[in-house]
């Protein structure tokens, strides 16, 4: 396990990340973040963290940039968890493509976001790939989904992050089982694909290792 006791962990994100945290599910929200506390508390009872949720429905990694100084770097995290990029892909699909942000800029910005936070908190970071619950890796927005998990990925390395690979975690389960029983519209997950997610999230922060 490399959390350790004492730390402070922020999630960031869009509503993946909020799931009513801000309303009916303060302060935590229902889905992948309270279940990696819950699981976390129930597996390392030694350890004392605090936990603090700062997702926001609707979030590309422009509303981000604009409240990363609120958000990320004035809670002084020990660890910031970053799962962003699904909203920037999804637009290109609906009723606001001009809202879309495109992988270069996402890149540039989400490498901009990250190095201000370990530049002013001296924080480790937790990134987690964007995903859309859908087999068939020719569907247009799955394909643009793994292009831009490559950019999380390639991020991770650079600044030496947990990398959470949420969209193997789902190509793992969709592999016996239909989209449907994950999410209505492969993007919000019901709660057994949170735990999908937080899952992943465990597995890589080391929480199963005695």
Known sequence: ????????????????????RRDVAAPYGNGYVSLVRA???????????TWVNRGVGGDTVRDLAARWEDD?????????????GIN??????????????????????????LRRAVTATGCRLILGDPFFIEADRAVPQRADTDRYAAVVAK???????????NQAAFD????????????DDRVHPHL??????????????????H
Do not use: N
Not at 74 to 79: S, T
Not at 196 to 207: E, F, K, P, Q
């Open 1 to 20: 396990m490399i959390l350790r006791t004492g730390q402070r962990v922020v999630f960031i994100g869009d509503s993946i990340t909020d799931c009513g």
């Open 39 to 49: 699981l976390v508390g129930a597996r390392h009872p030694e350890l004392e963290l």
């Open 72 to 84: 990320a770097i004035a809670l002084r995290p020990d660890w910031l968890a970053v799962l962003i």
């Open 88 to 113: 920037d892909i999804w637009r290109h699909y609906g009723d606001r493509p001009h809202e879309a942000v495109g992988i270069e800029e996402y890149e540039r910005t989400l490498r901009d976001l």
């Open 155 to 165: 991020l991770a390395a650079e600044f030496d992050a947990v990398h959470v690979a």
């Open 172 to 183: 793992r389960v969709l592999a016996v089982s239909p989209a449907k029983r994950w999410a």
């Open 192 to 209: 057994p694909g949170h735990a999908v997610l937080a899952d992943a999230y465990l597995t890589a922060l080391g929480a199963f290792a």
